[in-house]
C-alpha cells in the first residue's frame, strides 16, 4: 500500500540527486521480507528515473542487502524461491543495461557481480544461473577485445573468483562454459592474477584434479602462467615473484592423480603438451614435478602388480619411461644438463624399483651422453660424477655385462677429473661399486683395493704437487674408507695395509716441510679414536681391531 505511492513521489520530482537518495532510503529503511513482496514494484520504478541516475549503485546495493538476508538463514530461502527473485533481477538488470548504453563496462560488470553474489546466497545449486551471468558479460564485452580498464578488469577478476570461494573446488569452474570465455577478455596481466587465484584455490583446498579433460580445461585457464602470452611481461616481473609462481605451478602437478593407469597416463600426456610450450624460463621449474609425480605413480604401480606376469606388468610402466624420457629431452632447449642428467638417474633407479632392465640401462646411457657431451664445469662434473656413483651403487638390476660397462664408464670419468683432489675422492667413491652389503653377486674385494690404492696413487701425487697438507687430509679419507672395508669384512683389505697406511700419515703430518692443518689434526685424532672405541667393544669386532696399531 505505501511503496507504490512513495514509489509514485520519487518518479514525479524528476530530480536526479533526490530519486537516487530516496531509492537509497528506500533499500536501507524497509525490512527485508517486504522487499522481496515488492521486489516487481521496487524493480519496475527503476526505468522511470532520470537517466542520469546512477541506478547501477541503487540496484547494487539491493542485491547485496538480499544476499546478506539470505544467508542469515536457510529457513528464508522459500521466500525467494516463490517471488521468483532471480529472473526479476536478472530481468531488470537486462532493462537498465539496455536503456543506459553510454555505462561503463565497470558499471555492467558491477551489476552482474552482485547479481552473482546474490545467486551464490540464494541458489548455490544451481550452476546454470552462475554461467547465465558469466555469459550476459561475455555477451556485453564481446568485440571489445582486451580491457584495459583496470576498475573494469578488478571487477571482472572478482566475478570470476566467487564462484571458487563459494564452492571451493575447481571442479565447478571448469563445469561453467562461459569461464574460460570470460577470462579471454583480461589483459595478459590480469590473466597471470586470475590463474594465480585458480592455482591458489586448488592448492588451499587441496583438490585432486583426475582426469584429462579437466586438465586440459585447467591448463587454458592457467595459461597465462605457463607460456609467455606477450614479450616483455615476464621481464617487467620480479625474479622472486616469477619464481614464486612458477613453484605453485610445480604444486600443482603433484596434485594430477588418477588411480586408473591408462587415465594417468592421459593426464601426463596432457601436462606435457602444455608446459613443452613454456619455453626455456619456465622448463626447469615445471619438468622436475612431472617428472616425480610420474615415478611416484609408476613405482605404486609396480608394488600392486607384483603378481601379474612380468611381461604385463612392465608394458605400462615402459609407456609412463617413454614420455618421461621425451620430456627430460626438452630440457636441452634450456639448456640445464646438470638438472637433466639428475632427472635421467631418477628415472634409471624408479626402472630398477620396477624391475625392467633394459630401461634402467637406457636412462644411464642417456646420463652418461650428457656428462661427456654437456658438462665442462669442472665443479659440476664433481657433483655429476658423485650422484652417478651413488645412484649405480643402488641399482640391483643389472646384469653381469651391463653393470661392468657402466661402472667402467663411471671409474673412468672419475679418472678425469680436472683437479687431483676431485680425481682421488671419485676414485675412492667408486670402490662402493663392488662391494655392496645386500647383494651377494656384488662383492668383489680385488677392484674394492685396486681402487683404493689408485686413490692413494693421486693423493699422494696432488701432495707433491702442492707441498702442502692437503694430501694429508685425502690420505685420512682414504684411510677411514680402509676401515670402512676391513669392518665389512673385504679380506683384501688386512691389519698390514691399515697399519701402513696409518704410519704413512703419521710420519707425513710429523714432518717438517708440512704445514699444520688444525682440520686434518682433529680428523685424523677422530679417526684413531674411532679404532680405539672398536678395540674396547670386546668380541668379534674387538679381536678384529685389537692387531691394529694406533
Known amino acids: 500500500m505505501v511503496l507504490p505511492r512513495v514509489l509514485e513521489q520519487v518518479v ?83 532493462k537498465v543495461i539496455e536503456a543506459q548504453e553510454d555505462m561503463p563496462i565497470a558499471g555492467v560488470v558491477t551489476l552482474y557481480s552482485s547479481l552473482l553474489t546474490f545467486s551464490l546466497h540464494v541458489h548455490p545449486d544451481r550452476l546454470d544461473y552462475v554461467d547465465q551471468i558469466l555469459g550476459a558479460c561475455v555477451q556485453k564485452l564481446s568485440g571489445k577485445g582486451k580491457l584495459k580498464d583496470n576498475k573494469a578488469t578488478k571487477q571482472i577478476v572478482a566475478l570470476l573468483s566467487a564462484p571458487l570461494e563459494k ?41 585432486c584434479i583426475s582426469t584429462a579433460e579437466k586438465v586440459e580445461a585447467l591448463f587454458e585457464l592457467m595459461k597465462a602462467l605457463i607460456l609467455d602470452l606477450d614479450e616483455g611481461v615476464d621481464d617487467e616481473l620480479d625474479e622472486d615473484d616469477f619464481q614464486e609462481e612458477q613453484n605453485s605451478v610445480a604444486q600443482l602437478i603433484q596434485m594430477l592423480h588418477n588411480d586408473d593407469p591408462e587415465e594417468m597416463l592421459k593426464i601426463i600426456c596432457a601436462v606435457k603438451k602444455h608446459i613443452l610450450t613454456g619455453g626455456p624460463k619456465r622448463l626447469p621449474f615445471t619438468v622436475p614435478p612431472l617428472i ?70 637406457e636412462f644411464f646411457t642417456q646420463a652418461y651422453i650428457l656428462y661427456e657431451e654437456e658438462i665442462s664445469d669442472s665443479k659440476a662434473q664433481v657433483t655429476a660424477i658423485h650422484l652417478i656413483i651413488g645412484t649405480l651403487q643402488r641399482m640391483h638390476i643389472f646384469g653381469v655385462e651391463n653393470r661392468d660397462t657402466l661402472t667402467h664408464k663411471a671409474t ?92 704413512l700419515i703419521t710420519t707425513e703430518m710429523q714432518s717438517e716441510n708440512t704445514t699444520a692443518d688444525p682440520a686434518a689434526d682433529a680428523f685424523f685424532a677422530s679417526t684413531l679414536r674411532y679404532i680405539q672405541f672398536q678395540k ?15
Not at 603378481?307 to 630440457?331: D, G, H, R, Y
Not at 701425487?461 to 669384512?489: C, D, H, P
Not at 674396547?536 to 694406533?550: H, L, M, Y
Request: net charge negative; charged share 25%.
Open 12 to 94: 514525479n520530482c524528476k530530480d536526479e540527486i533526490a530519486q537516487g537518495y530516496l531509492m537509497d532510503c528506500i533499500i536501507q529503511v524497509f525490512p527485508d521480507e517486504y522487499h522481496l513482496q515488492t521486489l516487481q514494484t521496487l524493480l519496475g520504478a527503476c526505468p522511470q528515473f532520470q537517466p542520469s541516475v546512477d541506478i547501477k549503485t541503487v540496484l547494487a546495493r539491493l542485491m547485496d542487502r538480499l544476499s546478506n538476508y539470505a544467508a542469515l538463514s536457510a529457513e528464508v530461502l522459500p521466500e525467494f524461491f516463490q517471488v521468483e527473485a532471480f529472473a526479476k533481477l536478472n530481468s531488470a538488470i537486462g
Open 292 to 361: 616425480f609425480n610420474s615415478l611416484k605413480f609408476v613405482r605404486r604401480l609396480h608394488s600392486h602388480d607384483e603378481n601379474v606376469p612380468e611381461e604385463e606388468s612392465s608394458a605400462m610402466p615402459k609407456k609412463f619411461f617413454q614420455i618421461l624420457n621425451q620430456i627430460i629431452e626438452a630440457l636441452s632447449i634450456v639448456p640445464v644438463p646438470e638438472l637433466a642428467l639428475k632427472l635421467y638417474l631418477e628415472c634409471a633407479e624408479a626402472a630398477n624399483d620396477s624391475d625392467i632392465e633394459p630401461v634402467a640401462y
Open 536 to 550: 674396547d667393544k670386546g668380541g668379534a669386532v674387538g679381536e678384529k681391531f685389537e692387531s691394529i696399531n694406533s
Open 167 to 207: 564452492y571451493k573446488d575447481i571442479d565447478t569452474a571448469l563445469k561453467l562454459s562461459n569461464y574460460p570465455r570470460l577470462m579471454e577478455n583480461l589483459d595478459d596481466s590480469t590473466s597471470k592474477e586470475m590463474a594465480n587465484v585458480l592455482v591458489q584455490n586448488i592448492l588451499k583446498n587441496k583438490t
Open 412 to 503: 673412468g670419468y672419475s679418472a678425469k677429473l680436472l683437479k687431483k683432489p676431485d680425481q682421488c675422492r671419485a676414485v675412492y667413491a667408486c670402490s662402493h661399486l663392488f662391494w655392496v652389503d645386500d647383494q651377494d653377486n656384488i662383492k668383489d674385494g680385488e677392484r674394492v683395493l685396486l681402487c683404493l690404492k689408485r686413490a692413494l696413487r693421486i693423493a699422494n701425487a696432488a701432495q707433491q704437487m702442492s707441498n702442502a697438507t692437503r694430501g694429508s687430509l685425502l690420505f685420512i679419507e682414504i684411510l677411514n674408507k680402509y676401515l670402512y672395508f676391513f669392518e665389512k669384512g673385504v679380506s683384501q683389505i688386512n691389519v698390514a695395509s691399515v697399519q701402513s697406511l696409518i704410519e
